[in-house]
């Protein structure tokens, strides 16, 4: 067999568009050409589809993007191609083997794109829409997670909606749920965006504000006090693996925007220095998270780590986790033993099992 063509979908109309430059250039940079044909789509922040030149980009330059034509992708699954249109006219048909979305939060980490990938027929990297959508959504998830019966922190939610027309009964609600200190966080964003913590009541106002600027649902959740931050990587579908755990100590109070992508100081620790009972028992929610959320491919799972008796909560599931050189996720399996260049290669091949699967099941129905 010769080369598969993968599609590094990158860039992106939301908050997050920045963020998945860096962790594209890394995939790039880290693909083993000898099985693989790279083909950049970068998104841009007005939503167009464009082509990509990256090899000035990879050597320290910014990527040449070419607007005198947009991409847009077949959405014919016997035609896995992604057209380069002019003006009506189609330049270029590209086939593509594989896609790998490396768009973080809503747009690319929410389900959206997966609708489109799946409609395509093409294999792709990740969870499929319902895992996606689902792991997106804080609120969604605490539930899911409590019923497998993988412990949380206390949390409650409110609307955008319901803080307009009532901040005293919300606030109330707020404090007699979950109290202070919490986290104030906005439903569906990643990579820290529109999060708060709250020591004291008088800010608890000011943070449900910040994050309904960024979402119309709002999750409040009890915070750890002196607590660790503990992470671990999920690889798989059916059968999938956890990586060692990993800790995060931040420079700043938490583990925000700012400590993770503009500001040098915080440690990101891997493996973690923690007991083998501990690290098996959060491998364990590790997978059951992955499996209960419908995940495919790849995850990485949050965790807070409370007191000497190292009681463990799960925070949140990221699909789409970091791939920059420093983020925790290729990180982790490289200090399990399985190094960044290979955990891009298996991510591939997991993608294309999948998609097996998915071409193998039954599309009609007779009854018998």
């Known amino acids: 067999m010769g080369k598969l063509t993968v599609a590094i979908v990158f860039g992106g109309s939301r908050l997050e568009h920045d963020i998945s430059l860096i962790s594209a250039k890394s995939i790039l940079a880290n693909l083993d050409t000898t099985q693989f044909r790279p083909f950049p789509v970068f998104i841009e922040k007005t939503g167009a589809w464009r082509l990509a030149n990256t090899e000035s980009w990879l050597t320290g330059g910014e990527p040449r993007i070419e607007r005198s034509s947009v991409l847009s992708p077949s959405l014919d699954p016997g035609i896995p191609v992604i057209y380069e249109i002019a003006p009506d006219t189609i330049l270029k048909e590209h086939r593509v083997d594989v896609i790998f979305p490396i768009l973080h939060g809503p747009g690319g980490e929410d389900g959206s794109i997966q609708g489109v990938l799946a409609l395509m027929g093409v294999p792709f990297v990740g969870a499929a829409v319902l895992g996606s959508s689902v792991a997106m959504d804080k609120i969604v998830t605490k539930a899911v997670l409590k ?25 109330e609600r707020v404090l007699s749920a979950v109290g202070v200190p919490c986290f104030v966080k906005s439903a569906n964003l990643g990579s820290s965006v529109g999060i708060t913590r709250v020591n004291i009541k008088q800010e608890l106002e000011a943070a449900v504000e910040l994050a309904a600027r960024y979402s119309r649902r709002i999750l409040v959740e009890h915070a750890v006090i002196d607590g660790r931050e503990i992470e671990v990587a999920v690889l798989g579908n059916d059968s999938p ?77 990221n699909t789409i986790p970091g791939f920059t050189h420093i983020s925790m996720y290729p990180r982790l399996w490289e200090a399990t033993g399985l190094e960044y260049s290979e955990l891009i290669t298996r991510l591939i091949r997991l993608a294309i099992e999948r998609n097996e699967q998915v071409k193998a099941l039954e599309t009609d129905y007779e009854e018998d």
Not at 150 to 159: A, G
Not at 245 to 265: M, S, T
């Open 147 to 171: 019923e497998a019966g993988i412990p949380v922190l206390d949390y409650t939610w409110l609307n955008k909606h319901e803080w307009e027309i009532d901040r005293t009964d919300m606030l």
């Open 241 to 317: 693996v956890a990586s060692l755990p990993g800790e995060i100590i931040p420079h700043r109070e938490f583990y925000d925007y700012r400590a993770k992508y503009l500001e040098v100081g915080t440690d990101l620790i891997a493996p973690a220095d923690l007991s083998e009972e501990t690290v098996e028992r959060l491998q364990d929610y590790s997978i059951r998270a992955f499996k209960a959320l419908d995940c495919a491919g790849m995850c990485r799972a949050d965790f807070f780590l409370e007191g000497s008796l190292e009681e463990i909560y799960l925070s949140e599931i």
